[in-house]
C-alpha cells in the first residue's frame, strides 16, 4: 500500500505572500465577525453591546464562549477603525 | 490598519511560529495550508488571529490571540487556546483572564494569569505560551 505522504509545508517566503495578497477585504472580515456576534447574540438572547458592558472584566467571562465573544467584539471595533479611520469611530473605542 | 511597518512584520513572524509549531507537530489538512494565510490576513486587518483546524480524528484545536503593541514590541493582550473532542467539549482550554491565582490543589500558579482548565473544570498552572499548549496537545493526541 502507498504510504500517504503528509501535505507540504509551505516556505515563510510563500507564507508572507500569501498573506500580503489581498485575498481577504476587510469588508469579508468585518463580515465574519458580524456573523460570528450574531451566532453569540442568537445563542445568548443578547445583543454584544450589552454582553459587553455586563460580562468582560467579571469572572463570568472565564468561559469559552464569553471570552472569544469579547476578543471578537473588539476584534469588530478595530477592524471598523482601519477601514473607516474617523475620529467620530475614536468615541466607542474600547 | 491596526499595524503598520516593524508591527506588521513582527505579527507574520508570530504567525509564522504558529505554522511552524502546527505542522511540525500534526499532520494537517491540505486546505489549511490555504486557510492559515487568510485568517494571518485577518490579524493585519483586526489585530486578532483565529482559527481551527483537525488535529486528529477526534480532536480540534482552536486558537485565538488578540495582539496590542507595548512600545515596539508585540504582545499577546488576550488568548483563548481549546483543545475541543468529539462532542464538542473543551477537552482542555487556556486563557489569561485574570480571575485564578492558585491551581485545583490551591498551589499558586507558576505563570499567573495564565491558566489551564480541563474537561473537567480544574485549573492547572500554564506557562502562556502557544508553542507549549501545542507541544502538550500533540502529547495528548499520542496518548489517547
Known amino acids: 500500500m502507498a504510504k500517504r505522504n503528509p501535505p507540504q509545508r509551505m516556505t515563510k517566503k510563500k507564507f508572507v505572500k500569501m498573506v500580503t495578497s489581498g485575498t481577504l477585504s476587510a469588508d469579508r472580515a468585518i463580515g465574519n465577525m458580524v456573523d460570528e456576534l450574531q451566532r453569540y447574540e442568537r445563542k445568548y438572547g443578547m445583543r454584544s453591546e450589552v454582553f459587553y458592558a455586563l460580562i468582560p472584566g467579571t469572572p463570568a467571562e472565564d468561559q469559552p464562549d464569553f471570552l472569544n465573544w ?25 | 490598519m491596526p499595524f503598520e511597518g516593524r508591527q506588521r512584520a ?20 491540505e486546505e489549511f495550508h490555504a486557510e492559515f494565510p487568510v485568517a494571518v490576513e485577518s490579524v493585519l486587518i483586526s489585530a486578532t488571529l483565529q482559527f481551527t483546524v483537525p488535529i486528529g480524528s477526534d480532536l480540534t484545536l482552536s486558537l485565538r490571540e488578540e495582539y496590542v503593541f507595548d512600545r515596539q514590541r508585540l504582545t499577546v493582550n488576550r488568548y483563548s487556546y481549546n483543545l475541543i473532542d468529539a462532542a464538542g467539549n473543551n477537552f482542555r482550554r487556556a486563557d489569561n483572564l485574570p480571575f485564578h491565582r492558585t491551581d485545583y490543589r490551591k498551589r499558586l500558579l507558576t505563570h499567573p494569569p495564565h491558566h489551564i482548565h480541563d474537561q473537567r473544570g480544574r485549573v492547572f498552572s500554564f506557562s502562556g505560551d502557544v508553542h507549549h499548549f501545542i507541544a502538550d496537545a500533540k502529547t495528548l493526541l499520542s496518548t489517547r
Open chain 1, 70 to 94: 469579547a476578543i471578537c467584539y473588539r476584534s469588530y471595533f478595530r477592524a471598523l477603525q482601519s477601514k473607516f479611520p474617523l475620529k467620530e469611530l475614536s468615541r466607542y473605542a474600547i
Open chain 2, 10 to 29: 513582527a505579527a507574520l513572524d508570530h504567525c509564522w511560529s504558529i505554522y511552524l509549531s502546527l505542522t511540525r507537530a500534526f499532520i494537517l489538512p
